[in-house]
């Protein structure tokens, strides 16, 4: 059992004893217990990819207290968990209780449950919630709890369970290695660098082909994810992203003819296979040392700075969007972070992104979307990129939550599955035409791209001669070009007044902290 002391609460060792170290084909047995284990001593174990254990309590033979093993080099972090139980006996039943989670707040309070799948049941399904309490416990330190009751129902299978859709590495680069043998002639696979533990970091890039021999200027989409590798939904989101813009939909080919996707599917690879929740193998949280990444300390992060800025300093190129992927552990729905800014025009035109996805995607809220300027982000890749690349490049953070989401039609809350997840990343893809379509640089009949006129070679080919059919009155400078679309935007938004010549209230949720 843990250690009986009351403590405050909810970053602290919980035991005594440090966990360190996932369980490996652990028999738990009753105490003064000798021999082979019987059929029905658990057997646990969390040495595999993404596993995470790392203690296991006998309290009765109906009970067992289970502790997370933090983070690699930083025992502050105790969310993921991600084991297996075997030679179990049929019908036999049990409570887990998991005791020494970091974190107070949390989705359990909203209904959330644990994930279990079994060898003979392969799909992941949730613990009924009414086997599952989430409770301040005086005897662990007062600290949080979460007890569930599961019933074995047959002997011969392993039973995983999981704090949510497990997302491995291993199952990252078995994806690229099956999408790259597709040969498509508008997608490429890169290697920007190695981890620490010498691990592959991935740089997608999806456009036409012709894109790639011309001289003319192009538009950059760039996507990150998996920063915090316990947050799985990340992972999801971002194949639903690449699943969608690689695919033979009308929508994915106009994109692709006329933006470019530069797609990094997970910026912490070394974290990701050890089973952390947030930090990487030398316990760094990655999302906080974006200002000054190392080399040496924080690789993908280095790598990935370093081609935006190239991009940022580049006559050849607008990044126009950074959007980073996260999961959320107390909130809602999808939705996103966007950032502060002094000026008025910027701090405007950033929030047409969100709601042009909030129209896409039902399961986004733009409730829960909120710009801010809160110092404890600082050293977030939105945070930092915002400051430093170009005034016209839009730098967000997409949330998505670990549990479920509500739409407007619907009093309810939906429990997220893996493909709700990736329908959200192909909502987001989506959402790139009808925003190119406001600004003005795709045509608002897209479908006619799709059957260029003889003689017209490529989309961006037809966009110049458009552009040049429709001539500028008289010379405008960068501000003014900006305030231009800024206010055209707005106005087919409904978000801007021609009678009175400024902005109307935004339908956004902006913080104001400094």
């Not at 595999?48 to 930083?74: A, H, K, Q």
């Not at 508008?186 to 010498?198: A, F, I, K, P």
Request: aromatic fraction near 14%; hydrophobic fraction near 30%.
């Amino acid at each position: 059992m843990a250690d009986k002391k009351t403590d405050s609460g909810s970053d602290s060792e919980n035991s005594e004893e440090p966990v360190v170290g996932n369980v490996n084909k652990f028999a738990v047995v009753p105490p003064g217990y000798s021999g082979r284990p019987k059929k029905g001593h658990l057997i646990f174990d969390a040495c595999f990819e993404s596993g995470n254990l790392g203690r296991v309590d006998y309290i009765t033979e109906y009970e067992y207290d289970l502790f997370i093993r933090p983070d690699t080099c930083n025992p502050k972090f105790r969310v993921w968990f991600n084991f297996t139980v075997e030679n179990v006996k049929t019908d036999q039943r049990v409570i887990f209780n998991i005791v020494n989670f970091s974190k107070t707040k949390s989705l359990y309070r909203d209904g959330m449950t644990p994930l279990v799948k079994s060898t003979s049941r392969p799909k992941w399904v949730r613990v009924p919630a009414k086997h599952v309490y989430y409770y301040r416990c005086p005897d662990h330190r007062k600290n949080y709890v979460m007890s569930f009751a599961f019933c074995f129902d047959r002997e011969t299978d392993v039973y995983q369970f999981a704090y949510c859709y497990p997302y491995s590495y291993t199952r990252l680069q078995n994806y690229l290695d099956n999408i790259e043998k597709r040969n498509l002639d508008y997608l490429s696979r890169e290697l920007l660098c190695l981890s620490v533990q010498q691990r592959r970091l991935d740089l997608l890039t999806i456009t036409s082909p012709e894109n790639s021999d011309t001289d003319d200027k192009q538009k950059i989409v760039f996507i990150t994810a998996r920063v915090h590798p316990g947050e799985t939904p990340a992972s999801y989101v971002c194949q639903g992203i690449i699943d969608f813009l690689i695919s033979s939909h009308p929508i994915a080919k106009i994109l692709r003819d006329h933006l470019v996707f530069k797609i990094v599917p997970m910026l912490n690879p070394d974290g990701v296979y050890l089973g952390n929740y947030r930090c990487s193998l030398m316990g760094f949280d990655l999302n906080r040392h974006w200002q000054e990444p190392s080399p040496w300390a924080h690789p993908t992060l280095y790598a990935v700075k370093t081609i935006l800025l190239d991009m940022d300093r580049s006559e050849k190129v607008d990044l126009d969007f950074y959007i980073d992927i996260h999961a959320h552990s107390t909130l809602m729905n999808g939705f996103m972070y966007g950032n502060v800014y002094e000026d008025m025009g910027r701090y405007e035109r950033q929030a047409v992104f969100p709601k042009l996805l909030g129209q896409n995607a039902e399961d986004f809220s733009l409730g829960n979307t909120s710009f801010n300027r809160d110092s404890v982000k600082a050293g977030t890749g939105r945070r930092t990129l915002g400051g430093c690349l170009d005034e016209n490049s839009h730098c967000y953070t997409l949330e998505v939550s670990f549990y479920s989401y509500m739409t407007n039609s619907s009093n309810t809350s939906l429990p997220y599955t893996e493909e709700a997840y990736m329908k959200l990343g192909r909502n987001l893809a989506r959402t790139f035409l009808d925003y190119y379509k406001l600004t003005g640089f795709i045509s608002a009949k897209p479908s006619s791209s799709l059957v260029p006129k003889p003689g017209r070679h490529s989309a961006r080919e037809r966009y110049k001669e458009r552009a040049a059919s429709e001539p500028l009155r008289y010379p405008e400078d960068r501000y003014a070009r900006d305030e231009r679309l800024s206010r055209s935007m707005y106005e087919r938004q409904g978000l801007y007044s021609t009678s009175t010549n400024t902005y109307e209230t935004s339908p956004y949720r902006f913080s104001k902290k400094t």
